[in-house]
C-alpha cells in the first residue's frame, strides 16, 4: 500500500510538474511568437535632429535604409526657408533631395536620399537654408553607425552639387 501512495504522489507531483512546464511553454511561444516583430522594427536605426533658427525649424528623424535613408520632419518657414539633406558613404557623396523654398509655411516635409551602396549611406547632413541655396542657417550631421545626429552647427556642410 505504501507502495501505491508513494506511486500516486508521483503520479500527482509529475503532473503539477508537467501543468508548470507547459504554462511556461505557453508563455515562452507568446514571447518568441512577438520577437520577430520588434527584430523587424529594430532593423532600421533612426537618429533625431532638431534645426530651430529663430521661430522656424525643421525637427525630425533620419532612418537608414539598406540602399536608402528617408528624412522626415516637421518643417515651420518663417520669413522664407527651405530644407536640404544629403547622404555620404564614407568619403563618396551618393546624393541629395530638398524641399521647395517655403515661405510663412508649416508642414511635414519628408525628403528620400538614394544610397545604393552597400551598406548603405554612413552619414547624412541635414540643413536650413533662407531660400538661397548658399546661404546655410543651420545643419547637422547624422552617424547611422552611432543613431546620433551631431549639431547644429552655424552655416551648411560642404556640398558637392554646390561646390562642386
Not at 20 to 41: D, H
Not at 132 to 137: F, S
Request: with cysteine.
Amino acid at each position: 500500500m505504501a507502495r501505491l501512495k508513494h506511486g500516486t504522489a508521483t503520479k500527482s507531483r509529475t503532473r503539477k510538474f508537467g501543468a508548470a512546464v507547459a504554462a511556461v511553454a505557453s508563455v515562452a511561444g507568446m514571447v518568441f511568437a512577438a520577437a520577430p516583430a520588434t527584430a523587424t522594427a529594430a532593423a532600421y536605426p533612426t537618429s533625431t535632429f532638431s534645426i530651430e533658427v529663430g521661430a522656424s525649424y525643421y525637427k525630425g528623424t533620419v532612418t537608414w535604409y539598406n540602399r536608402s535613408v528617408g528624412v522626415t520632419g516637421a518643417f515651420k518657414a518663417v520669413g522664407c526657408r527651405r530644407v536640404y539633406a544629403q547622404a555620404w558613404a564614407g568619403a563618396t557623396w551618393l546624393s541629395w533631395a530638398s524641399s521647395s523654398t517655403w515661405c510663412d509655411r508649416a508642414d511635414h516635409a519628408p525628403l528620400s536620399l538614394l544610397a545604393d551602396v552597400p551598406g548603405g549611406a554612413t552619414e547624412v547632413d541635414v540643413w536650413m537654408t533662407s531660400g538661397n541655396a548658399y546661404d546655410g542657417l543651420e545643419y547637422f550631421t547624422c552617424y547611422r553607425g552611432f543613431s546620433f545626429c551631431d549639431g547644429p552647427y552655424v552655416g551648411r556642410p560642404y556640398s558637392p552639387p554646390l561646390d562642386g
